[in-house]
């Protein structure tokens, strides 16, 4: 067990919809990373989250965004779903600075149909 | 900017068999490298890291040197099981960018009996 936590573990749901993703990060860590992770682009770097504010962007669409609350948790928000959205998503914290590792969350399957 | 590169897959070893997966990076300065493991249905798990060059990291088998003068950190077991078949991804982190976390496409292993 990481210490990190995601829920739902599993979430279908239709075209057009809106989902949220929540994130609790390990006790203790400030940064908050949230990747997709799909069969055909592999691991991608989606967004980070400092001590509540975004740190880095990555391959992350106008239809998602992400937020992280003053007490670290963090959601992920995703709009007008479609079919190719259908990913695993994970979330990882870590303590910022330093040669520190990422722990990872188990992850959020989002199927869209 | 900073890069992982890992050789593909998928691989494919007997039980006992030697293992290497190559991986080389691309960064300006001293980043940390790591070696991430992930099993079938789950996210991903620190398999060992190195946070400057000639250290070895090792854990569970494998092991991982920081070679800077040929930017590499190559994963090597000397006898891999049937367990051991999972993705494996090589990762970096430099402070020189933020601390930002850049991933390996993974690679996967099948260890057959």
């Known amino acids: 067990d990481s210490g990190v936590t995601q829920t739902p573990k599993h979430l279908i749901t239709a075209t057009g919809q809106r989902v949220t993703l929540r994130c609790s990060p390990r006790s203790g860590d400030l940064s908050v990373y949230w990747y997709q992770q799909s069969l055909d682009q592999g691991l991608q770097f989606l967004i980070q989250?400092?001590?509540?504010?975004?740190?880095a962007k990555g391959n992350i669409l106008e239809r998602f965004s992400a937020q992280q609350f003053p007490d670290l948790h963090s959601e992920l928000n995703l709009s007008s779903l479609e079919l190719g959205d259908s990913a695993l998503y994970f979330c990882?914290?870590?303590?910022?600075?330093?040669?520190?590792?990422?722990?990872f969350g188990p992850g959020t399957r989002l199927t869209v149909t | 900017g900073d890069s992982v590169t890992q050789m593909e897959g998928p691989v494919t070893l007997s039980e006992e068999a030697f293992l290497t997966i190559n991986c080389t990076y691309t960064?300006?300065?001293?980043?940390?490298l790591f070696w991430y493991v992930q099993y079938p249905g789950e996210g991903l798990q620190l398999l060992l890291k190195a946070t400057k060059a000639d250290d070895k990291g090792s854990n569970k088998g494998f092991e991982a040197t920081y070679r800077k003068e040929t930017t590499s950190f190559h994963l090597e077991k000397g006898s891999v099981q049937v367990s051991d078949s999972a993705v494996y991804f090589c990762a970096l982190k430099n402070p020189n960018t933020g601390n930002q976390f850049y991933f390996g496409t993974g690679t996967s292993l099948t260890v057959i009996p």
């Open positions: 990882a914290s870590s303590v910022s600075g330093g040669p520190y590792e990422q722990y």
């Open positions: 960064a300006t300065g001293y980043p940390s």
């Open positions: 989250y400092y001590n509540g504010e975004e740190r």
